[in-house]
Nanobody, 120 residues
Framework: QVQLVESGGGLVQAGGSLRLSCAAS????????MGWYRQAPQKQRELVGT???????NYGDSVKGRFTISRDNAKNTVYLQMNSLKPEDTAVYYC??????????????WGQGTQVTVSS
């Protein structure tokens, strides 16, 4: 079982910055892909960005050039640096991870979410 705990959400003015963190803990052999998704009210959950264990990244079109995802493999932690925030970035941000268990199977986990609100 893996627990993902997010932190760093809050209220910020448009044009500002926030940094989210997500730490994975529990019993697992390794964490493969880690990422962030977000869900705004009355909208579907969408990709923000993902990062593999070797550092390859992928971003959703709406955040490219503004958000940067990174990770610290030694701490099993993924970060999301959000710059030039817009009101449309307001959403609950969820951490996601693929973890390889001791039975050599890969399971997908979600964090509880952290609210990001961008005021205009």
């Amino acid at each position: 079982q893996v627990q993902l705990v997010e932190s760093g959400g809050g209220l910020v003015q448009a044009g500002g910055s926030l940094r989210l963190s997500c730490a994975a803990s529990g019993r697992f052999l390794s964490i493969n892909v880690m990422g962030w998704y977000r869900q705004a009210p009355q909208k579907q959950r969408e990709l923000v960005g993902t990062i593999t264990s070797d550092g390859s990244t992928n971003y959703g079109d709406s955040v490219k050039g503004r958000f940067t995802i990174s990770r610290d493999n030694a701490k099993n932690t993924v970060y999301l640096q959000m710059n030039s925030l817009k009101p449309e970035d307001t959403a609950v941000y969820y951490c996601n991870a693929d973890a390889r268990s001791y039975n050599d199977r890969v399971y997908n986990y979600w964090g509880q979410g952290t609210q990001v609100t961008v005021s205009s």
